[in-house]
């Protein structure tokens, strides 16, 4: 739906989900990021209410939800009964919800590319690059104030992989200076040492209680550990 209301062409899809579209992370995700190109518009009402209209049109109720933020435009669609009426919950109450997001101003230096994936339609995809997508998910487990478990094993899944780049040096210390991150910059030399030192604090306990409602197969939250991070990001 996105795709046909023309989305791809201003703006690339990056993050957790991007993961699972492009490249079929083992995980659940609850929202769509994007990030929008430096000379494109992005008229999001006009998006939303298209998105609305396009379910309505299926008879699906469609609830928006916009957050008054500026720099980062976000809604949330919330679909009541959806999950009732395919069968995927007893509770006719229970309420759907997808979250959007979309950086008006994203830092500098990320590589995007196009990919034609079969996800039950074609989908032509604009999206960050593989090192681009790695500087993201490492500027979020140094910036973020609170332990997200999707974040680290997200960074076990990449570093398990072996046709996995070095991060964007270029565009993660960009995000990393917009952010006011207070440590050094990031570079070949220096970033195994950087991400060791910062997962050495999370709450791995916590992380993985909080990725366990999103993994596709239960027993990989025995695999989110410590040990096995540091192991994987020595080795890469």
């Known amino acids: 739906m996105l795709q046909e209301k023309g989305a ?14 492009l ?9 769509l990021d994007f990030s929008k190109l ?10 939303l209410n298209s998105i609305k209209s396009s ?46 997001e979309i950086d008006t101003t994203p830092p500098g230096g990320a590589a995007t590319e196009v990919t034609l ?9 604009l999206h960050y690059d593989k090192a681009s997508l790695f ?14 478990g999707r974040d680290l094993f997200d960074l076990i899944w990449i570093l398990a992989g072996s046709n996995w780049p070095k991060p964007n040096f270029i ?17 070949v030399g220096n970033w195994k040492e950087i991400i060791a030192s910062n997962i050495k604090s999370k709450n791995w306990e916590h992380a993985t209680e909080d990725v366990a409602p999103f993994l596709e197969h239960e027993a990989d ?16």
Request: proline share 3%.
């Open 117 to 125: 994936i079969r996800k039950y339609i074609l989908l032509n995809l």
């Open 38 to 47: 430096a000379s494109k518009n992005i008229e999001f009402d006009d998006l």
């Open 171 to 187: 565009l993660l210390n960009n995000a990393l200076s917009q952010t006011d991150w207070p440590g050094p910059e990031i570079n």
């Open 55 to 100: 379910f309505e049109l299926e008879d699906y109720e469609a609830i928006i939800k916009k957050s008054k933020e500026k720099t980062v435009l976000s809604a949330f669609i919330k679909f009541p009964s959806l999950l009732y009426e395919l069968d995927l919950s007893v509770h006719q109450d229970e309420v759907l919800s997808v979250k959007i």
């Open 221 to 236: 939250r025995y695999n989110l550990t410590m040990d096995n991070c540091l192991a994987l990001l020595n080795k890469f």
């Open 23 to 31: 490249y079929s992370i083992p995980r659940y995700s609850e929202g």
């Open 8 to 21: 791809f062409l201003n703006m690339a899809f990056l993050g957790g989900t991007s993961l699972r579209f």
């Open 135 to 148: 500087a993201g998910k490492i500027h979020a487990i140094l910036t973020r104030k609170y332990t997200k």
